[in-house]
């Protein structure tokens, strides 16, 4: 069974960085998307980040491209989220995703993705 657990998140000032850990276990996840995603109360769960376990090609959200990077440590089954210069708008719980499937192109939608972590608070006070 696949777990996924997540660390790192906390309360930052605006500017500051923060880099979110997943730790994976549970599969090779050799044909897996890995991604981030987040969330605020009452909004829907918001596409981040993804990156392909093998190749290791990434895609963003348009409103963090610049200035956030995912990466993964295959060795390790870690995948991380630097995330520099936060606002008040990237305050959210986090969650890191896996997707399964061999993906041809990238999925972006929450309801592709087949196993989650418990999510990681993010809050960025201004």
């Known amino acids: 069974q696949v777990h996924l657990v997540e660390s790192g998140g906390g309360l930052v000032q605006a500017g500051a960085s923060l880099r979110l850990s997943c730790e994976a276990s549970?599969?090779?996840?050799?044909?897996?998307?890995m991604a981030w995603f987040r969330q605020v109360p009452g909004k829907a769960r918001e596409f981040v980040a993804t990156?392909?376990?093998?190749?290791?090609?990434?895609t963003y959200a348009d409103s963090v491209r610049g200035r956030s990077t995912i990466s993964k440590d295959t060795a390790k089954k870690m995948v991380y989220l630097q995330m520099n210069n936060l606002n008040s708008e990237d305050t959210a719980v986090y969650y890191c995703?896996?997707?399964?499937?061999?993906?041809?192109?990238?999925?972006?939608?929450?309801?592709?993705?087949?196993?989650w972590g418990q999510g990681t608070q993010v809050t960025v006070s201004s």
């Open positions: 995703a896996a997707d399964r499937r061999l993906a041809v192109a990238p999925r972006w939608d929450p309801d592709d993705y087949d196993y």
């Open positions: 549970g599969d090779t996840f050799t044909y897996y998307t």
């Open positions: 990156i392909r376990w093998s190749g290791g090609y990434t």
